[in-house]
Every structure is written in structure tokens, then in C-alpha cells.
């Protein structure tokens, strides 16, 4: 092959910025030849003649090249270029070849040190020993530099293919956290919309049934995947993923809407409920207070025959009306029929209050004419015992919560104070019998037992406190020696107030905002001993109370002067204000005298007419639970009818909803991209001492003989061209060193 020799320059640039020009000189012949015929001078930018290149070893790359290079020429060709030249010119030197060597490798090594801070992982295999000659050093110094040229690409496309892999990894990782957090943002938004309104709906009485769907994509794997092979991946993916969320908030959008809607139509048919039952409720209590108007008109006279030990049968009878079946109606077809009801009930009261009235009047005139005969009632024929708040009754927790009165209730004082004013007033002139050594919280139902009275313990079961937007209600429990046991049911709201308090609400001016009284309108309870007795008595009837007594059917009973009965109820109008302690029949007072001593358990309501009062107090037992009871007499005969009140509407029931709630997975974080491999090697160049050139000796001419032409000339043509030859090259040089 033919190879043109010049000169090559080459510039390294070093880690610490700086450049340095190494000229490295290659070819620089001059032949002696030319020289001795007295040639012009050869410039070193000249190029030599084309020569055969002498057949030279060929250097093996390392394995790991090997590779690499296989892999590049499966490539296109890449666009990497390497500053490592190819080839020398044919008359390198062995020291310019080691120089081109050492500054090929230097230009490599500095791009491996790249390539590592780049993230390459670079295997440097074992260092290569070349040894030259002056006949091969051209050539083989062409072959290493080929490959120093070739690795130095392959490091560089290492370089390249890192960088990019990572940038390809940082910028798929920075778009999935972006568009994995605003997807689940939104979908969580939709999600917590759902269950907002599947709590609402599961508070309002709906069954709710959830099922979650799996709405995950079936995602394009990316494990291992690096450069754009990953970002289309990703991107696809991706696109997966915000359509699956989009899927997924319309499916709970679906779901919201059903929920509104299932909802809307439940609340209505509840409203529908609550005015149908609320009307009812109207109509049945005035009805009900009527026909317990001819009921108290009636047992004045039962009482009172009662009192005088006079026999009177009371003949009881139901009308039932023919009212409209509201079982399964809703809405206003359930309104209307309800009303069709009210009104055919009102009827029938009418009608019964009638006939009950005359029945009332006729007895009564039998009574008038038999009482004129009357005489005395005979008294000592048996005393039960009662039961009496004796020195050591103490009050215990059954299911109530007992307070230590210390705890905050009121904005002007703690849960003492509450009670005090609640049912003493402010000004402390009511019911001043009262202690508050024992105060309990009653949510809802409660008990308390009165320990070691008199005769036993009694149970008090305190249930249904009707108090205007009460937020917590209580109950105050005490007793008097030798006296009875009382209560006091006060209730506590937040608001504003500018009114008294006590029985009546009166007694100064509270005049606070914050945490003040609720008005207590009534309550349930229920009393049971656990001995026996043979009289009953309620102590504290007053302020418009009414207090209805069950159980006790079959006792004898005396009535204070202020109450009045109807049935079973038991009323007392204004201005009087007994002490519920005092266990004496005043009054206000009512008394049951059974024929034998037993275990009682009597329950009922106490109630005012409305929201009248911060609290309501009541008294049971004492001295006068041990008077002796009194004998029976024969019954006259009343009529005493009652209307069957219409059936209560049902509450709607519950209606079923379906909610589907929607789950993504995100797709796979794309993974840190594994670092580019590449292997390099470097040589070591070894020169061979080069042989001197023997010279023949040179005939020693006789200095007279100097003849124009011949040897002597020649001799000088010789050294003059040598001369010459040195002084161009140095001029050279010296030209391209400047």
C-alpha cells in the first residue's frame, strides 16, 4: 500500500483546563541520495514519495474491545469521531512512535476519566507490551493507534449512551411523579366526594352497599428499558394511567349522582313522615286530653266513691273507627291518608266523650244520695310499712354517670351551681329541701339507687328527657331524715338567655350567652323497691305539672286538694310549691294504699304542658307511706270509653343504593438506568537500539593534488549538502515550533 507522510499535530486537553501543543514530527526524510546529488532542499509540509508498507505483527485488541468493536460495526456508523489518529507516516521514528502512543493514550485516558464521572463503568484490561524497530515502528504504531482510536469512540459512545440513558431516567421519572400525583389528586378528590355522601346517606338511614373496582391498566413493562425506548414506554403508559382515572372518577361521578338522587327522594318521603306522624301526634294528644277530660270528670267520682268505701264498676270499651291502612305508603299518599284518619278519629272522640259524660253524671247522683248516709271511715285495721330517708341513705350510679358537681355547666358557674339555680331558682326560694350531693348525667336512660333507706333499697329510672335543644341532662337526687326521696331533672344547651329559672323560670335574671339551661319539658321514670310496701305516695305535684302513675292499679288512693286525676294522670295547677322531701300527703300530693304489702314497681311521666321550666322535681315516700290503709267498698257502675287512635305511619324504610368506588395503581417508577460497560487497554511501547552504520574508509588524496573535478569535489559536494540538509531542517523546526 502507498502512505503519504507528513506532519501531525495534535492538541490534549488536561483536567486542569490547560492545553499543550505537542508536535510530533513524522516522515522527516531526507534521502542521502538526493542529498549527494545535490537535490534542493525538502520542505517537512512536503509529502514523501508513496512506499510499500513492510509486512508488520498485528496487535490483537483485548476481549472486551473485541466486543465492543463487533458491537459498533452491527451499528450504523456512529457518529462519534475519536482526536486519536489512525496512522504514522512511513519513516516514524521508534521515539515519535512512542510519542504518538503516549499522547494517544493520554487523549483516551482523559475521556475514560470522563466517562467514569459520567457514570461508565470502565474495565481497563492488562496493559499490552509492543516492542519496535526502526523496520516496523510505522506500522505497528498505525495499528495500536487504530485501536486506541477505535476504543476512544467506544468510550465516547459509552459516555454518550450513559448521559442519555440517565437523562432519558430523570426526565420519565420527574413526568411520572408529576402525572401519578395530579391523577391520584383528583381521583382521591372524587373518592372522598363519595364517601362524604356515603356517610351522609348511611346517617340519614339509607343501606349503602360499596364495591371498589380495580381500574389499573394493563401497563407495558419498563424494566430495563433506557433512552427512548423508555420514554415511549413511559409515555404510553402513562396515557394508560390518566385514562384509568378518568375511567374511574366517571364511574364514582355515576355514583355521586345516584347517591344525591336516592337521597333527595329518601328525605322526602322522611319529610313526608315526620309532618304525616307530627299530625297524628296533634291530633291524638287533644284527643286524648279530651277523653282524659271525662275521664278525671269521671274519677272524681270513682275517687270519691273510693273514699267513702263505696263500690263502683267501671265498664271500659274501645271504639276502634274505620280508618285508611297506611302500612306501605310514602309520601304524600301516606299525608293524605293520615289526614282521612285524623279526622274520622276526632269523630269518634266526640262521640265518646258524650256517652262517657252521661254515664259520669248518673253515677254520680247515686253517689250524692249514698254519701248522705255515710260514716266515718274505721281506721287502725293494719299498718304497712313505707320507706323513709333514713340518716345513713346514701345514692349510687347504677347505669347513670355520677358527677362531682365541680365540672363546668353554665357560663356564671359549675355543674353545682347549674343544679342549685335550675331547681331552686336563682333566688333559692324554691324547693329548698334540696341538697346536690348526688348528681348524675343521663344520656339517654339511666339509674340510680337509693341505699339503705328505711325499708330496703329503691331503684329510679330516669329515660326520655324532653328538654328544648338540650345538649346534656341530668338528674339531682336527695332525701330527708325521717322525710321521703326526691329528684330534679335540669337539662343544659348553649345559647343566650335574659329570664329566670326554677320551677316557673323565674327568680332573677340569669341574662347569659354561652352555656345556659334547656327547658325541660318532661321525662319518663320508673321506681321499684326491694322490699315490700303497702303504701305509695308522689309528694310534689305543682306548677301546672301532670304526673301519670302505672302499676299501682288496684290501690286505694287520696288526693290532695290542688290534684286533679284523669285516668291515670295526676295535675296540679299554679301557686303552690310543696317540698318533695316532705314524705306528707299535702296539698299536691297523691297516696296508693294496696291491700297487701308486695314489691312494687310503678313507672309513668312527668310533664309540664311545654317549655316552661328549667326543671321538674318530684318527691316519693315518706311518713306518709306508713298511714293505715283503708277498706274497700263496693263499686257503683261508670262506662269508660276509649277511641283506638289511628295506626302511626311507618318511617320509610330504608332505601338500597349501590356505590362503585374506583382504585388505580400507578405504573412502575421507571428504574435507574444500569451503568454503560465498556473495556479499554493501553500499550507499552518498547524501542530496539538501532545497529550503527559501519562507514568505509576514505582514500587519503596527497594535499598538492587538488584537481578541479573528482573525488576531492565530491567530498565537498558531500559535506556541503550535509551542511545544507542540517541547516533546512533546523530551519524547519524552527519554523514550526514558532
Known sequence: MTQETKQIFSLRKFKTGTHSALLAKYGIVLATTAVLMGAGAVSADEVTTSQTKPTTEVVAPAAGQASVSAETSAKKQSAVTSDIPTSVPAHTTQDQAVTAVEDAQATLKDNVSTAKDTGVVVKEGDTKEVVINSGNAAEKTSEILTDLNQQD?????????????????????????????????????????????????????????ETTTDQTPEYKGTKGLTGDELRTAMAENLELYQAAIKAGITLQDKSVADLKATLA??????????????????????????????????????????????????????????????????????????????????????????????????????????????????????????????????????????????????????LRTAAADAIQSLDRNQNTDATFDYIFKINGSGTVIIKNTSNGDVTLKISNIQAWTAENTYLAVWGAKDGGIAWGVFATTHGTVTGGAGEGATGGNVGATGAIFAMVKSYDYEVSTSNTVSTVTFNDIDNNQTVTLNGLDGAKLVKGGNVTQSGNSYSAGTGDVSQATGGVIDSNGVQFNLDTAKKVVFSGTHYLPGYINTSIVAGIFGVASEVPKEPKKPNLEVKNLDVKVPEAPEAPKPIAVAVQKATVKAPDAPEAPAPVEVSVHYYKMTTTPEEPTPVPPTPVQKASVLPSTGEAGSVLSIIGGVLLSGLALVGVRKRKED
Open 265 to 414: 327522594l329518601y328525605q322526602a318521603n322522611q319529610k313526608a313522615y315526620t309532618q304525616a306522624n307530627t299530625a297524628l301526634k296533634d291530633a291524638k294528644s287533644s284527643g286524648v286530653a279530651e277523653l282524659e277530660g271525662a275521664d278525671g270528670r269521671q274519677n272524681q267520682v270513682i275517687d270519691l266513691a273510693k273514699k267513702n268505701n263505696v263500690p263502683i264498676d267501671v265498664k271500659t270499651e274501645t271504639v276502634h273507627p274505620k280508618y285508611i291502612d297506611t302500612k306501605g305508603l310514602t309520601g304524600d299518599k301516606l299525608y293524605q291518608a293520615i289526614q282521612n284518619n285524623i279526622a274520622v278519629y276526632q269523630k269518634a272522640v266526640a262521640d265518646s266523650v258524650g256517652k262517657q259524660d252521661a254515664s259520669t253524671k248518673e253515677a254520680q247522683a247515686k253517689l250524692d244520695a249514698y254519701l248522705k248516709a255515710l260514716a266515718d271511715y274505721q281506721a287502725g285495721i293494719g299498718r304497712e310499712s313505707g320507706v323513709k330517708w333514713a340518716e345513713n341513705t346514701t345514692v349510687e350510679a347504677g347505669t347513670a354517670q355520677r358527677m362531682t358537681g365541680d365540672e363546668p355547666a353554665v357560663s356564671w358557674g359549675n
Open 153 to 209: 469512540k467506544a468510550v465516547k459512545e459509552a459516555t454518550e449512551k450513559q448521559a442519555a440513558n440517565q437523562k432519558a431516567y430523570e426526565e420519565t421519572s420527574k413526568e411520572h411523579e408529576a402525572v401519578v400525583k395530579e391523577g391520584q389528586e383528583h381521583l382521591d378528590k372524587s373518592t372522598a366526594e363519595v364517601d362524604q355522601l356515603i356517610d351522609q346517606a348511611k346517617k340519614a338511614g339509607l343501606l349503602v352497599t
